[in-house]
């Protein structure tokens, strides 16, 4: 045993300065089941040539096992997860092993984000609110915990029930991080996404509305917050706004966005002001749209297809764009199908090189139990979200049948009481755009779509109802 | 095609933002508006403008040329008005290629009015936007406003005496200082929070007889001429504005300027007046504070 450590000491140094995988080591190594010491080696080994994905698994044998390789191999694991920015299967083991401790402070804090990442999405929402709270708020990994845990505190299945005000002043502290490159700006925009939610669940319309008018156009995350803005405003009795918002979702720049829901809202908006010709043409071309595709997912989620298909699914860009709709872009955009996708890159490059370097032996066999283990949660998280996108298209195109039944009723209501709406409305005339600020730019809009524009659209819309109803009551 | 119109052509042609989406059910509805409302990214309002138009060429002259360079102060009140104060100078002041034609080929020279050059000066005038616009260039978007100004100065002026020849260069005397009115237009373009292009067309109006050179009435120059035809310009018995010594020695060239006397006397002689415009075309670069 020792002399095998010492081997592969010497075969590691090489392997760094060759900056590649010894054949040698390769060659050698015995399989990491056999002992935890054989596993950290390996591990190591494969780091130093800067085999991170195929290094997961051997440190997770070690990790595993009481004894004197655990804690370098724990700490060797979540130094390879943060080069590579895993979230699929590190998180899963540390979840799975949560006495494991790190010895340094940073990755503790690492080790207890993952952990509380992980509980939060397996819906264990006490174990990962603990963990979430014990990362202290000067660690650079305090805003993504701090916003991981502002939606664990509003969320509704959390024991003992949501608390709101910490949710909110959570999600209020993650603003006032600065810095943090792409990612820091990620976490500050989702966490005002979410502020903007919680506050409409709140009722809080005009403070929900300006919520979601701070969310970075910057963000993958603003498409989404455009069109939910729609919601307060709507609420709050600013049916020209609410459509302004929403219409801004057609624009060809968001085509990689998926907003099936923004269809729905603006329907509801014209069937409020008894524009029914209006939500007629706008239902007709959702269902037009999205019934063939709810069809299509709903043949794709009961089919149950391998891990593989479903990957290539979102993988080949050939089966991404059949799906249509923006919906390909946006699974290749959520963040968990996106770090599968990349670990699975990553692997298939480092297996490459592997076998390049000879036979490949045990390390080999660990990349391959690895990369099963990638593509069979890509493509659980891959099956998740389109039963998510299937079931929610369901909801809409039966939430569509809905307003047109309302519809009808509202068109018969009008002949029974022997109104013309044709005269009606060209006797209405509409009522004014508002005129803006001076340091506002009007534009007009001509079918043109502008980058820069969008998200500030607004909407004057006749009233065609006999008589104001009350608003009707959304989400 | 002028300068201006190579702008607007490339404004029309960059105008297009994006390919069209698919058909918007609400597009052809009567019942139903759009407008962007969209908050200016770069405000103007209260801010300081400073254009340097360093070289501006005369377009259109008759009988002078006139090349100058221009420094404008902007000062924005509001996202519509400003303020602009605009010294200029002109460095190239000189009788128009039409106006030398016609001395050396028919003898005829311009009257003496028209035959007027602006040296210097400074205006200023109230700047209104009223039109904003913006189109697509270099991966991003470009705005600009369609600017108007008018507004009043003053500007020190001259006049040729002596053509350019053999014996030498042109001399010039002084018209003194005259009102100069000004009316402009053109385009603003933005570049980011601080930087701005102006390309304008402005006319710089001024009017007048010429009454006096180098501060000398009809005369003075009278008195002077006959000093000359006694052997010396002393200047003894004429008014205290009259520069002597704008006619005494000679120049660089050799050029005796007691031959000016004779020539100023003549224009001032000439009597009548002249509205003379020198229309240039300004093309400045300016920072915004």
């Not at chain 1, 399989?31 to 698994?57: T, V, Y």
């Amino acid at each position: 045993m020792r002399r095998l450590s010492v081997l592969a000491g010497v075969l590691c140094t090489l392997a760094c300065a060759r900056k590649g995988p010894s054949p040698e080591l390769l060659a050698v190594a015995r399989a990491p089941e056999a002992s935890p010491s054989d596993a950290l080696a390996l591990g190591q080994a494969l780091q130093a040539a800067r085999l991170d994905a195929a290094s997961i698994g051997p440190l997770r044998t070690a990790a595993s096992r009481p004894g004197p390789a655990q804690a370098p191999a724990l700490e060797a694991l979540l130094g390879g997860q943060q080069r590579l920015d895993e979230q699929l299967l590190v998180p899963a083991f540390l979840a799975a092993h949560p006495d494991l401790v790190p010895a340094s402070p940073e990755l503790q804090e690492r080790a207890l984000l993952l952990r509380g990442l992980e509980a939060q999405r397996t819906g264990a929402l006490e174990e990962a609110e603990t963990a979430l709270r014990r990362i202290p708020p000067g660690s650079p990994l305090a805003p993504r915990a701090r916003y991981a845990l502002g939606i664990v505190l509003s969320d509704p299945r959390r024991p003992g029930g949501p608390r709101m005000q910490a949710a909110l002043d959570e999600l209020q502290a993650v603003g006032g991080y600065a810095g943090g490159g792409k990612e820091g700006a990620e976490t500050r925009a989702l966490a005002q996404l979410a502020l903007a939610r919680i506050l409409y669940g709140l009722r809080q319309d005009a403070a929900s509305a300006a919520a979601y008018d701070r969310v970075s156009r910057d963000s993958r995350v603003w498409p989404e917050s455009l069109f939910e803005r729609g919601y307060p405003r709507f609420r709050s009795g600013d049916d020209g706004g609410a459509l302004g918002t929403v219409h801004a979702t057609r624009a060809p720049q968001l085509r990689d966005a998926f907003l099936p829901e923004a269809r729905i809202l603006e329907g509801t908006v014209l069937f409020h002001a008894c524009l029914y010709p209006e939500t007629r043409a706008v239902l007709d071309s959702f269902t037009a749209t999205y019934r063939p595709l709810s069809e299509r997912l709903r043949t794709l989620v009961d089919r149950r297809a391998s891990a593989p298909e479903e990957v290539a699914l979102v993988a080949d860009p050939a089966q991404r764009a059949s799906l249509g709709e923006g919906l390909g872009a946006s699974l290749l955009a959520e963040p968990r199908i996106a770090a599968g996708l990349r670990l699975l890159q990553t692997l298939e490059a480092e297996r490459a090189q592997l076998t390049s370097a000879g036979p490949g032996g045990p390390a080999l066999e660990q990349l391959d139990q690895v990369r099963t283990e990638a593509e069979q949660a890509t493509a659980q998280s891959v099956h998740a979200r389109l039963a998510d996108v299937s079931a929610s298209l369901r909801d809409l195109l039966e939430q569509a049948d809905v307003l047109r039944f309302e519809m009808t009723k509202g068109e018969k209501e009008l002949l029974d009481a022997d109104v013309d709406q044709r005269k009606l409305l060209a006797s209405r005339a509409l009522p004014p755009l508002p005129s803006g600020g001076a340091a506002d730019e009007r534009w007009r809009v001509d079918g043109e779509w502008w980058s820069d524009e969008i998200g500030f659209e607004r909407a004057t819309l006749k009233d065609g109802c006999p008589a104001r109803k009350a608003t009707p009551s959304v989400r | 095609m002028t300068v201006l119109g190579a702008l607007l052509l490339v404004t029309a042609l960059g105008a297009a933002p994006e390919p069209a989406p698919p058909a918007d059910p609400l597009g052809g509805s009567p019942n139903v508006q759009f407008r962007v409302l969209e908050p200016k990214p770069f405000p103007d309002a209260l801010r300081h403008e400073l254009t340097l138009q360093p070289f501006v060429p005369q377009i259109g002259s008759t009988f002078t040329t006139h090349w100058l360079s221009s420094l404008t102060y902007t000062f924005h009140a509001t996202e519509w008005l400003g303020l602009r104060v605009q010294p200029f100078w002109v460095w190239h002041a000189q009788r128009s290629r039409f106006s030398s034609e016609l001395l050396s080929r028919v003898r005829q020279d311009a009257a003496a009015p028209s035959s007027v050059m602006l040296q210097w000066g400074a205006i200023a005038a109230p700047e209104w936007s009223p039109i904003r616009g913006k189109f697509t260039a270099f991966g991003g978007i470009v705005r600009y406003g369609f600017v108007l100004f008018a507004g009043a100065g003053v500007g020190g002026t001259e006049i040729e005496l002596k053509t350019s020849d053999a014996v030498g260069p042109a001399t010039y005397g002084s018209t003194g200082l005259r009102m100069v009115a000004t009316g402009g237009a053109g385009f603003r373009v933005q570049l980011g929070q601080r930087w701005t292009v102006r390309l304008e067309v402005q006319d710089l109006i001024h009017w007048g007889g010429v009454s006096h050179i180098n501060g000398c009435n009809a005369t003075d120059l009278q008195t002077l001429d006959a000093q000359r035809t006694a052997g010396v310009i002393t200047g003894a018995g004429v008014s205290g504005q009259c520069n002597v010594s704008a006619f005494q020695g000679s120049t660089g060239a050799g050029y005796d300027r007691s031959n000016d006397v004779s020539i100023a006397r003549a224009k001032v002689n000439e009597g009548g007046t002249d509205t003379l415009h020198v229309v240039g075309v300004y093309l400045g670069f300016g920072v915004e504070l």
